[in-house]
Nanobody
Framework: QVQLEESGGGLVQAGDSLTLSCAIS????????VAWFRQAPGERREFVAE????????RYADSVKGRFTISEENAKKNVYLQMNSLKPEDTAVYYC?????????????????WGQGTQVTVSS
């Protein structure tokens, strides 16, 4: 069983920075890939950023590319999302997610483990 818990959300102003953290516990292996998603009110959950199982590759949504950075420590037991130059449209609940790739692919086709989310609100 794998548990994910996000923290670090809050209310900030446009242009500010914020770092989200995700603590992953349980039976997590090197073959896990991790990601951040977000869901704004009335919208579908959308992909934000992901890190491949080896930690060597990162992918980002176009809307956050150049402003957000995904990183990890401690064999992906701690995953971070550094968010710079925040915009009001970044307001959402942010979720951490993970899956076991079994080394068969770099990233997850489907994320199966999810946290409860942390709210980020960006005021204009």
């Amino acid at each position: 069983q794998v548990q994910l818990e996000e923290s670090g959300g809050g209310l900030v102003q446009a242009g500010d920075s914020l770092t989200l953290s995700c603590a992953i516990s349980g039976h997590i292996f090197n073959s896990y890939a991790v990601a951040w998603f977000r869901q704004a009110p009335g919208e579908r959950r959308e992909f934000v950023a992901e890190l491949n199982w080896s930690g060597s590759g990162r992918r980002y949504a176009d809307s956050v590319k150049g402003r957000f950075t995904i990183s990890e420590e401690n064999a992906k037991k701690n995953v971070y999302l550094q968010m710079n130059s925040l915009k009001p449209e970044d307001t959402a609940v942010y979720y951490c997610a993970a899956c076991n790739t079994y080394y068969s692919r770099e990233y997850c086709d489907e994320y199966v483990y999810w946290g409860q989310g942390t709210q980020v609100t960006v005021s204009s």
